[in-house]
């Protein structure tokens, strides 16, 4: 077993793992923090993505003991004072979802991707969410949820 | 998927990372960004029985000009390859091959010594290596050697990397006049046929061409065959056309699987081939 301390949303987190568990995992049964998903399991869908250090990562592909240290924000970490995220608000206004199984995932990307272009064209808004499946939407609301919440910070 | 239950420990150095790989005794295995390991770990075709973080040794990762030459260290993150200043106006190749890897997750977290030593057949970085000539540097206990990329792939998941040793960096010189071109597959993006042109062009003539491929073989390798109709021809679209005609023609044997048959494969190697000589050679003027 080893011992790990991160920060998730703000929260200083110390807990004994077993160095094999995956991160997802870790959050969604140590932590109870239910809102990263798992979709495939093989680091293909993006449905548990989550940022470490600042970064989108999926969080199926690596294990709690590399993110010791780390400062972790999950879909969980996103609303301040009750006040949706704007990216959050785009998938509300945009019906950015339909069953919402991707949408967290979805979403942790898409704030990576305008936290490095503020700004994206359609195009950069599609290929920033290539990691991300969406088995429903057929993506175009997406697409617009996401330039809503470009435009509206 | 769970994987096979392993302890875990973080190297705070290149000389840590070593001494706490040998004490494994072969059991041992380093992790750097995950993305080749864990998968593998997951379906239960990697059980190491110790990991040790390489992820984070001060030092590892960064992209440095040292006098004409450029080193890219084996921790760099494909992101930081994609996205640096010092690539895109020196050597676009490179960042352009990162820019392409996976996904931005994948780019986030994977990193170039670990796609070098886990030499993927469909990986990316391997072909443009190849065509940089580039240097790969390796430590182990009792000193540092260089391999070049030409030496170091050598079969399926086969590199010449012993098992004390780790990849420290990459030196190339930077070559503007490159270009790197792929089929990719749809769900992962890695190459089904990568192609990576480097060109040597001065008075309107090629005076070197080096021509590394991926996805179609058991390992990334140059295309001599190529590189040879290039070289010392005039700096045209012919030539390229010619050129890339006879691209793969020898190669034996060539891959077949779900993604592609070897028809398809040996059918796109001169289409990829001459699309990287194409934007190699615009990059040159
Ligand atoms: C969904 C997905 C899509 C992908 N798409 C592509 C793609 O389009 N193109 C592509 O090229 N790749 C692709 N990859 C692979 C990705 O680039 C990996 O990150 C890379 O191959 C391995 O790097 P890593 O740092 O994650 O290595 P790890 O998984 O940590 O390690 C891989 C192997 O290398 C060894 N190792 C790691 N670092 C060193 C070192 N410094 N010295 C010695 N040994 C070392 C490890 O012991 C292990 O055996 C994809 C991966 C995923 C999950
Ligand atoms: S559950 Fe992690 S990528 Fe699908
Ligand atoms: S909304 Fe159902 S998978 Fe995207």
């Not at chain 1, 077993?1 to 959050?27: C, E, I």
């Not at chain 2, 992101?79 to 890897?101: D, K, M, Y």
Request: with cysteine.
């Amino acid at each position: 077993m080893s011992q790990v301390s991160m920060t998730v949303n703000g929260k200083v987190r110390k807990a004994t793992v077993d160095p094999r568990v995956l991160l997802v995992y870790f959050l969604r049964d140590q932590l109870r923090l239910t809102g990263t998903h798992i979709g495939c399991d093989t680091s293909q869908c993006g449905a548990c993505t989550v940022m470490i250090d600042g970064r989108s990562a999926k969080s199926c592909t690596i294990f709690a003991v590399q993110a010791d240290g780390s400062e972790i924000t999950t879909i969980e970490g996103l609303a301040t004072n009750g006040q949706l995220h704007p990216l959050q608000q785009g998938f509300w206004e945009e019906h950015g979802l339909q069953c919402g199984f991707c949408t967290p995932g979805m979403i942790m990307a898409a704030v990576t991707l305008l936290k490095d272009n503020p700004s994206p064209s359609e195009r950069e808004i599609r290929e920033g969410i290539t990691g991300n499946f969406c088995r429903c939407t057929g993506y175009q609301h997406i697409v617009n949820a996401i330039q809503h919440a470009a435009t509206k910070r | 998927m769970i994987p096979a239950a392993f302890e875990y420990s973080r190297a705070a150095s290149l000389d840590d990372a070593l001494a706490k790989l040998r004490a494994t005794n072969g059991a041992g295995k380093f992790i750097a960004g995950g993305h080749s390991l864990v998968p593998l770990m997951k379906l239960r075709l990697s059980e190491p029985k110790v990991l040790i973080d390489i992820a984070r040794i001060p030092g590892l990762s960064g992209i440095r000009k040292q006098g004409d030459r450029i080193e890219i260290g084996a921790g760099t993150v494909h992101h930081e390859v994609a996205t640096s200043a010092l690539l895109r106006q020196a050597c676009p190749i490179v960042s352009e091959a990162a820019a392409g890897i996976g996904d931005p997750q994948v780019r986030n977290r994977g990193t170039l010594g670990g796609s070098l030593a886990h030499a993927d057949p469909a990986a990316d970085y391997p072909a443009v290596m190849l065509a940089l000539d580039a240097d790969i540097s390796l430590k182990a206990p009792n000193g540092v050697r260089t391999v070049k990329a030409s030496d170091f792939f050598r079969g399926l998941f086969t590199v010449d990397l012993a098992a004390d040793e780790i990849i420290v960096s990459v030196q190339f010189n930077p070559v503007k006049s490159a270009a790197y071109a792929k089929l990719y597959q749809r769900a992962s993006h890695f190459a089904i046929v990568g192609v990576a042109a480097a060109l040597g062009v001065s008075d309107g003539v090629i005076r070197s061409a080096r021509i590394g491929l991926t996805g179609a073989s058991s390992h990334a390798t140059r295309l001599a065959e190529v590189e040879q109709a290039l070289t010392g021809k005039p700096a045209s679209k012919q030539t390229i056309e010619a050129a890339a005609r006879v691209a793969g023609a020898k190669l034996e044997p060539v891959n077949s699987d779900i993604h592609a048959s070897e028809e398809y494969r040996r059918a796109m190697i001169p289409v990829f081939t001459e699309r990287a000589l194409t934007r190699a050679l615009e990059r040159a003027s």
